[in-house]
């Protein structure tokens, strides 16, 4: 599109703001001024596309547009998804939902005004009475029986972001048919006035601390091993919610299990949309994790833990071979949380043979010999936990969930919650550690034997961002480039196998044979397997701006003594990937 015939449609959309008498005065202004600007940079971003669902949900910055996050892009999405479950539960006397917010800036204010659309609407709201973490929106639902649920939240984005996390009554993110339907229902609405913003205060109930009860007692049950906890209750445990709404459930479930020694870094434990001691709230960024790691060489930590914002991700900190306290990633803290609950079910005498394990395909193959050499089920599935809930849906009253996660730092340990869910895994994480140190190990010695036992992975995430209208068109060109040209060699060992999401093919390089992949729908994701047992996977972010690159590379561990070297060698091989792949 030539930049004058893009410059004419956002400005006519931008003119529609100030001709609909229903935005406010704020609103028309801040519209004024971007259309009044020289550089229209700002005005084009804000409006040459409207914000749409992606695998989080509605993410994008706020601002005024209708590609912001804002009253009117957040009151569109919840009168559209009003419409829908109307339609979707026409004879249901009562419909409800829960409705539940994050730290961030305007999330609380986001979400009153979804908790007045919907009762504006007839449907019952719960709203809880402040910000709370993410999983516990998705037990709530379940637990008081709803047919939806919102939560205003951007995860681990930047400060300038919010997010709009719409959820069905599985507890579990929205996926199709509902999706496609609810933003059908978005985008008939044509004008402001169609929004109905003046709730209905008799149909809103304000939820809190009971729920919180429940949410703790339920997880309390994931325990494994409430002996080991005793012997070690102890343990030191330096926690950070990184400003989030971790810090109103995770230390007091960590305290639910029998832990005594809750370490806190002051600074970090106050609830800001702000996130003043870190550049990004992200746990898996070394930087945002770097106050804990000071505390935890303070006290001599056993372990560091940290939730993400809305407290749906952990972040996980252990000491290595020279005693330095290290990130690991999100990967390793998926084997370590399953490889501990298969062993502890075998242990315990729970193994029927009718268990399953999920994982991401993106996320490490290590996972799947794990599963294999303890004769459990593993189901891949696309990224998000939408689809981990997915699978848990189709399998329920048929197969025992044992867990699932993703490399993004994202774990689920049960089925009474359906999205990642750090308060168990954190919970359960301080459990491992109790566990390894009362056989005498480390965390680093568990993890270097769960590759002694299952073979060794290494893997690295790259993300190349490129925001705005010329970067998603960059990286829809980068996509084309990479099905039209794919690598023939990786670090020098030939790719085998080429597995195309987009159109569910899976073709066998040395003979060209190409098969049918079963999953329930296409998805942009690219993925080359080597010779050697390397793995590269490459999709465009569906809530940021950006295309991630996931490379995993595998290598035979003999005895413990080879974990250095072997770390070494990755290192240098994903380096040489890297290279092939132009990143």
């Not at 008498?21 to 001024?33: L, M, P």
């Not at 504006?120 to 516990?136: D, S």
């Amino acid at each position: 599109m030539e930049n004058n015939e893009l410059l004419a449609q956002v400005t006519a959309r931008a003119q529609q703001w100030l001709d609909d008498a229903g935005y406010d005065a704020e609103t028309k202004a801040e519209v004024r001024r971007m259309l009044d600007a020289d550089d229209k940079t700002e005005l084009i971003e804000s409006f040459y596309r409207d914000l749409e669902f992606g695998t989080g949900g509605l993410r994008g910055i706020m601002g005024a547009g209708s590609n912001r996050m804002n009253i009117y892009t957040v009151g569109a999405a919840t009168q559209g998804l009003a419409n829908y479950l109307k339609e979707a539960f026409p004879d249901m006397p009562q419909i409800s939902v829960v409705v539940g917010h994050d730290v961030r800036n305007n999330s609380r204010n986001f979400a009153e005004i979804v908790a007045n659309i919907f009762s504006a609407n007839g449907i019952k709201v719960y709203l809880f009475e402040n910000f709370r973490p993410t999983p516990e929106l998705s037990f709530a639902i379940r637990e008081l029986g709803c047919q939806s649920g919102v939560n205003i939240t951007a995860s681990h984005n930047p400060k300038e972001y919010n997010g709009y996390k719409a959820y069905w009554s599985d507890g579990a993110q929205i996926i199709a048919p509902h999706d496609v339907n609810i933003i059908d229902n978005v985008n008939k609405i044509k004008s402001v006035s169609e929004i109905k913003f003046d709730g209905n205060p008799a149909l809103i109930e304000i939820i809190g601390e009971d729920m919180d009860r429940k949410f703790l007692a339920a997880i309390k049950t994931l325990s494994l091993d409430p002996e080991v906890i005793k012997r070690h209750s102890d343990l030191k445990i330096v926690y950070t919610p990184i400003h989030g709404t971790g810090v109103k459930l995770i230390p007091d479930s960590l305290r639910n299990y029998g832990f005594t020694n809750i370490i806190h870094v002051p600074e970090q434990d106050v609830p800001s949309g702000d996130f003043p001691t870190v550049d990004s709230p992200n746990p898996e960024n070394p930087s945002a994790m770097a106050m804990a790691i000071a505390k935890a060489k303070e006290v001599d930590a056993d372990l560091v833990v940290a939730s993400d914002p809305d407290a749906d991700r952990i972040g996980c900190v252990i000491r290595d071979n020279n005693g330095e306290y290290q990130l690991i990633n999100g990967n390793q803290i998926v084997m370590i949380l399953l490889n501990y609950i298969m062993l502890r079910n075998r242990e315990l005498g729970r193994l029927t043979g009718n268990e399953y394990v999920v994982k991401t395909i993106v996320t490490t193959e290590t996972i799947k010999a794990i599963a294999e050499n303890q004769n459990i089920k593993m189901y891949d599935c696309y990224t998000g936990f939408k689809w981990i809930a997915s699978v848990i849906r189709d399998l329920e009253g048929s197969m025992r969930y044992l867990g699932g996660g993703e490399e993004s730092y994202g774990f689920l340990a049960e089925d009474f919650c359906r999205d990642k869910d750090s308060v168990s895994a954190i919970s359960l994480m301080a459990e491992i550690c109790a566990w390894a140190k009362d056989r005498g190990m480390d965390f680093n010695q568990m993890l270097q034997e769960i590759y002694l036992k299952n073979g060794y992975s290494h893997e690295e995430g790259i993300s190349v961002v490129r925001p705005g209208k010329t970067g998603a068109e960059e990286i829809q060109r980068m996509m084309v480039d990479f099905r039209a040209n794919p690598p023939k060699t990786l670090a020098g060992s030939p790719v085998v196998t080429v597995k195309d999401y987009g159109d569910l093919n899976c073709t066998d390089v040395a003979t060209g044979k190409v098969t049918k992949m079963d999953f329930p729908t296409t998805s942009n994701v690219l993925q080359f397997f080597t010779e050697d047992g390397s793995k590269v996977s490459i999709r465009p972010s569906g809530t940021e701006p950006k295309i991630k690159f996931y490379i995993e590379v595998h290598g035979k561990m003999n005895e413990l003594s080879d974990y250095e070297r072997l770390n070494k060698e990755a290192t240098e091989k994903i380096a040489a990937i890297k290279k092939d792949l132009g990143i």
